[in-house]
């Protein structure tokens, strides 16, 4: 039986080490803290393949730079000397153009479609977490905005029960009553869903557990072992760790591990940041987001989260008061009331970041045996039961059913 080990224990690494247990593989899975504690706990747990988008598109350059310097805006980036942040933006910017957006579309559309139904599968094998199928409502201020969107999502989303519905303002309030006067419309996307991730991550260790997978918290990858083009080890500060396939889903940590192999990969780490309601004196009836500020709501059972925003400030989760701050003001732009609760935990976490807002999937050009499933932005929720389908493809044959050519590694030279 080979024997691959998984370094990285966020929503992607567990999703894979799921997959390649249940296809007969040995799994080590290795995390430099407790699994599932990094981005994959506070987010918003988006399952939306209608949305599935790359980051940079046409106009956002403009609009980037106005934002980047102001720490209550969408985007903020903390003024520092960071060469590699400093590519990292010049490529980002470079594929903020037409045909770059819409070959990411096309490219996203595809690894997107089967999260639905792989979510359905690990749910009648005994997956147990929470999940609602409400549909997301989107909200915005202006008309033009709603009218840009639903051209965009209309272009991904095929017709029929599932496709987006444009709605006037008297229709989102009928819908969700606390919207204000000053939103001017909406779309209503029934077909999404959203989970609780904090009860995704638990199910899933659970189901590990119970598969066999052995998992190790708190080890730390410094390097590889190599002979001939083959990894035989992961290096650790607790000794090596050894193996015939090794995956890297180590999220926004995944460019600086890779580089200790030798290896370029230029993924940033984009800082999130979310404000969980325990029982909230009310929350909406679906999954919401404030189109212009960019802003999205989840309701949970007992809880409410908000979150959003994109700040680059390195690989820290401290929190910065005035991007918490901003999500309240965001609120108050859209809803007549901010949902009062008995307790307010504030979260922020790294979401794993590649200039052409592409993940990462494939195998490492430098190695035969060591591959990569990282770089997934906004979308790891919505990405990992398909990601960890066509990597398990990929691992134990060499191909898979989704065509990954826009996802390879060596895209960045």
């Not at 153009?97 to 639905?116: I, K, S, V």
Request: net charge neutral; charged share 25%.
């Amino acid at each position: 039986m080979s024997r691959v080990v998984v370094v990285g224990a966020g929503i992607i690494g567990l999703m894979c080490a799921y997959e390649l247990r249940r296809s007969g593989l040995e799994v080590t899975l290795l995390d430099r803290s407790e699994p599932g504690t990094g981005c994959s706990r506070g987010n918003m747990g988006w399952i939306v393949p209608s949305f599935a988008r790359p980051l940079p598109a046409p106009g956002l350059v403009r609009t980037s730079l106005r934002w980047m310097f102001d720490r209550a805006s969408p985007l903020h980036i903390k003024p520092r000397v960071d060469l590699d942040l400093a590519r990292w933006l010049w490529h980002f910017w470079r594929h903020c153009n037409e045909p770059d957006y819409h070959a990411g579309l096309r490219a996203l559309a595809p690894l997107a479609a089967p999260t639905m139904e792989i979510l359905d599968r690990l749910y009648s094998e005994g997956l147990e977490f929470e999940m609602h199928r409400s549909g997301v409502l989107f909200l915005f201020l202006t008309r033009a905005s709603r009218d840009e969107v639903q051209r965009n999502l209309e272009s991904m989303t095929p017709d029929g029960d599932g496709a987006p519905r444009r709605l006037e303002r008297d229709e989102v309030r009928e819908m969700e009553p606390r919207v204000r006067l000053e939103v001017a419309g909406g779309i209503f996307l029934p077909q999404e869903r959203h989970v609780r991730p904090e009860s995704l991550v638990p199910g899933l260790l659970s189901q590990l557990q119970t598969l066999g997978v052995e998992m190790r918290a708190g080890v730390d990858v410094t390097s590889v072992r190599v002979h001939d083009r083959r990894a035989t080890a992961m290096v650790t500060g607790t000794g090596d760790v050894g193996g015939d396939l090794f995956l890297l889903t180590a999220g926004a940590w995944s460019g600086r591990l890779a580089r200790s192999m030798g290896v370029h990969l230029p993924i940033q780490g984009g800082k999130g940041y979310s404000i969980t309601i325990e029982r909230p004196v009310w929350q909406p009836a679906h999954a919401l987001y404030l189109d212009e500020a960019r802003v999205a709501w989840s309701p949970f059972e007992g809880h409410v989260r908000i979150g959003g925003t994109m700040e680059f400030s390195g690989l820290e989760t401290s929190l910065d008061r005035r991007r918490l701050d901003a999500l309240r003001v965001a609120a108050g732009r859209y809803l007549s009331e901010w949902p009062t609760g008995v307790r307010e935990t504030e979260w922020a976490g790294l979401r794993p970041l590649a200039p052409d807002g592409l993940p990462v999937l494939g195998r490492l050009p430098a190695y035969d045996n060591v591959f990569v499933a990282a770089g997934h932005g906004t979308l790891g929720v919505t990405l990992a039961p398909s990601t960890a389908l066509v990597m398990g493809q990929l691992m134990r044959t060499g191909v898979s059913d989704i065509d990954l050519t826009a996802f390879r590694p060596d895209r960045f030279g």
